[in-house]
């Protein structure tokens, strides 16, 4: 059964420092997401990707965040200068028809800024 | 209360129970969707509901969901150790061009063998 995948599945970073972090969505699938999950807290979205633009980004995903999708598989989120608080849990999600369908997550990336 | 609140917050149950978990919301929905997630894992797919019907099943799992009351709950019948998780709710919005799923804050499910 095909599913998304993510790298890495754990990343520790030095605060101020970029990362990229990297997903490859169910091949068919035309809607991406980002997604994040502080520990112990709910899952919040962050951003949604259709034909190669931003569709819809919540207040968190500020100017330190950018997503890509530099080939027909992957779709990157960066974050280019990490704070604390952005420790948490990444998740990728796509989904093949918009509005109605489900959406099938990645294992997600665990991210620890120190 | 916020769109998306379950309840109860933490379930413990013997094995081979029934265990019920309950979602509200407060805006309208295009579609509610549950989730499972395993201990610091990935969230997997369970089960979607769309908002013109009132209950679905997938195999031991029963969703109902009541648009007047925005609210759904999730049955899980003869629950196995494995059962073990953390079960969310999340809901589509009706609006075109909102996309994202909104999550609730999560039952946690403990099985005791």
């Known amino acids: 059964e095909p599913e998304v995948t993510q790298t890495p599945s754990h990343q520790v970073t030095q605060m101020g420092q970029e990362v990229i972090l990297r997903c490859v969505p169910i091949s068919n699938h035309l809607y991406f997401y980002w997604y994040r999950q502080i520990l112990g807290q709910k899952v919040e979205f962050l951003v949604s990707f259709y034909n190669n633009e931003i569709s819809e980004k919540s207040e968190i995903f500020d100017d330190q965040f950018s997503v890509e999708r530099p080939d027909g598989s992957n779709f990157t989120l960066k974050i280019r200068s990490t704070k604390l608080e952005d420790s948490a849990m990444y998740f990728c999600?796509?989904?093949?028809?918009?509005?109605?369908?489900?959406?099938?997550f990645g294992p997600g990336t665990r991210l620890l800024v120190l | 209360s916020q769109q998306g609140e379950e309840d109860p917050q933490a379930l413990s149950i013997q094995e081979g129970e029934n265990a019920t978990m309950n979602c509200s919301y407060k805006?309208?929905?295009?579609?509610l969707q549950w989730y499972r997630q395993n201990s610091g894992r990935g969230l997997v797919h369970l089960i979607l509901i769309r908002s013109n019907e009132r209950e679905k099943h997938s195999g031991r799992l029963r969703v109902t969901l009541d648009t007047s009351k925005k609210s759904s709950s999730l049955l899980i019948t003869a629950s196995r150790a494995a059962d073990t998780a953390s079960y969310f709710c999340a809901m589509r919005p009706t609006n075109f061009g909102n996309e994202k799923l909104t999550f609730g804050t999560g039952t946690r499910l403990t099985i005791i063998p």
């Open positions: 805006t309208s929905i295009n579609n």
């Open positions: 999600a796509s989904e093949g028809t918009g509005g109605a369908g489900t959406q099938y």
